[in-house]
């Protein structure tokens, strides 16, 4: 039996096989088994045809059954799917007990995840790039400067990591760089410290405790020595939870340059946001920064700036060009002038280069920095970048296709065989349905969901949308209770269903479903993992 993709939940087939909650009980389980052997069974039919296809289900049937209904085998299979079941674990009188199986199995996770920890490494880099074009029209040169930054940070065990990092800055004829090094250690569940260390520019030697002091609520200590002026500086930082997406923190520091700062993020599924306000001993400022999401590959910000030294406003956003690389361009303009900045980032990896245009607020040049490149992305946005996106994406689905056909060709014949089974049933229950006014699936098909929405029309001509969706009007009427009720099970992927299958394997996928229910009209669309109750009113058209 094949397993889930990886696109959502794991480990579910089994429960969709047999139209089982993953929480269902030993009797739900045994109940299941018993009704779908009741249409499977081999022996019921007589045409050689028909029970070779009968055979095949049951055999599916009976594989699931006997792995749910073994508490021993069902654990494992939850916690590690059938790959668990596959890999020779032996289930002996030194692994009779749910307990001890889940322990011996995450004994082997950790021992694995250690395995991979004791080569991780995690590297991280950015290099700045200060143009100026005032500088360039006086013909001084476009570089102002330039700073490189480097980092990488080392798991040595479960509770222990070693970051080392250097930057190094040169500006006009003068340059400065440092070197440092943290040791951090979890002594304790929700407990770390960590010494560092820097030589270089500003260097120092410190130590930093941090705990957690409640579910929402953690402290950070630290002390450090200056070896430059020999100054101590004392910092303590509180963190609080105050609700599921934002947080706030106070921060105090004391010694040369003290200062106290209060705080405050959120985050959810498509924005971002975050402010500050900082008093020091000869400065004060005041920081926001707002990020929204306007789809999966871009975004847009607006921060803002006041204080002592600052008084700037930006725009910008981003796009993601790649699984690894985002784009972004900035426009700033304050009291320093008029400023581009362009980033790019992928991995763990920035460039980013800052343009200064002008030092002078000029109202022309500031509107014209603002609009021309606005209206340059968006040009090519309509002309370029999205015609060949689309391109790309079409390309690489059609290529997805060839790969996965033989797959696909070979399930939609194991989904057309097992409706051939369930049409009698799924037709009586249908005509009985239809007799006393109740619940009747009119239409269901299930597949790709930019194919669905679509519509009838390119379904029924485009054989290339068609090839991504599969009828299972049959199967959803098999499914209905006597009751005039179906339900299929939240985080149970679809296509696991008896009469079912993946028709565009690594595409997300949604279920259309038109139904009729005491003569009414009724119509609603599911994501593949998404439960489905009906009928319900709000599905009325």
């Known amino acids: ?76 299979y939850d916690i590690y799917g059938m790959e668990g079941l596959n890999s020779g674990l032996e289930l002996g009188p030194k692994l ?110 410190g130590v930093q405790m941090t705990r957690q002091l409640s579910l929402h609520s953690t402290a950070t200590l630290g002390i450090a020595k200056s070896f430059h002026d020999g100054s101590i500086n004392l910092s303590n930082v509180w963190t609080r939870q105050l609700s599921d997406t934002a947080s706030g923190n106070i921060e105090l520091l004391l010694g040369p340059q003290s200062s106290i700062g209060v705080g405050w993020q959120k985050k959810d599924q498509n924005t971002s946001a975050a402010g500050e306000v900082k008093f020091g001993t000869n400065s004060f400022g005041i920081s926001a920064r707002y990020t929204r999401r306007f789809s999966s590959k871009s975004h847009g910000r607006i921060a803002g700036r006041i204080g002592s030294a600052a008084l700037e406003v930006e725009v910008g956003g981003g796009r993601k060009v790649s699984d690894f690389s985002t784009v972004r361009m900035l426009y700033t303009i304050g009291i320093r002038g008029i400023f581009w900045r362009f980033e790019l980032h992928r991995g763990g990896q920035k460039l980013l280069i800052p343009i200064l245009l002008s030092r002078d607020l000029n109202p022309v040049l500031a509107t014209g920095a603002l609009v021309v490149p606005t209206s340059i992305y968006f040009i090519l946005k309509k002309f370029v970048f999205k015609p060949y996106y689309l391109k790309r994406e079409k390309q690489k689905a059609l290529e997805n296709m060839e790969r996965t056909a033989t797959q696909v060709q070979e399930a939609r014949k194991v989904a057309a065989k097992a409706q051939q089974l369930l049409e009698n049933v799924a037709n009586r229950k249908r005509n009985k349905q239809q007799e006393i006014g109740g619940l009747v699936i009119t239409k269901a098909i299930y597949g790709n969901h930019k194919a669905l929405k679509k519509g009838d029309e390119l379904r029924e001509t485009n054989d290339e949308l068609a090839s991504q969706v599969l009828d299972v009007t049959l199967p959803l009427n098999f499914l209905v209770n006597d009751s005039g009720q179906l339900k299929l099970h939240d985080g149970v992927k679809k296509s696991g269903i ?44």
């Open 1 to 76: 039996m094949k397993e889930d993709d990886g696109t959502g939940p794991p480990n579910r087939e089994l429960y969709a096989l047999l139209h089982l909650s993953p929480e269902a009980s030993d009797e739900e389980i045994r109940r299941a088994y018993r009704q779908w052997a009741q249409v499977y069974h081999p022996d019921k039919y007589q045409a050689p045809h028909m029970k070779e296809i009968a055979t095949e289900n049951f055999q599916r049937i009976c594989e699931a059954y006997e792995i749910l209904s073994d508490e021993n085998k069902r654990q494992i």
């Open 498 to 541: 008896m009469g079912f299958c993946d028709p565009c394997p690594g595409e997300p996928k949604q279920l259309h479903v038109e139904y009729t229910y005491h003569g009414e009209r009724y119509e609603v669309a599911v994501d593949d993992y998404e439960e489905l109750i009906i009928p319900q009113i709000a599905h009325r058209v």
């Open 96 to 205: 009779n007990k749910v307990e001890e199986i889940k322990e011996q199995l995450e004994k082997l996770k950790r021992m694995k995840e250690q395995q991979k920890m004791s080569a991780l490494f995690l590297p991280k880099g950015s290099i700045v790039a200060n143009l100026s074009l005032p500088e360039f029209l006086d013909g001084d040169g476009i570089m102002r400067g330039m700073a490189m930054s480097s980092a990488v940070q080392s798991q040595l065990s479960k509770s222990s990591a070693l970051s080392l990092s250097g930057n190094l800055g040169v500006e006009e004829n003068s340059g400065a760089g440092a070197a440092s090094a943290v040791f951090r250690h979890q002594i304790a569940s929700g407990s770390t410290i960590e010494f560092m260390g820097s030589v270089g520019l500003g260097s120092l030697i």
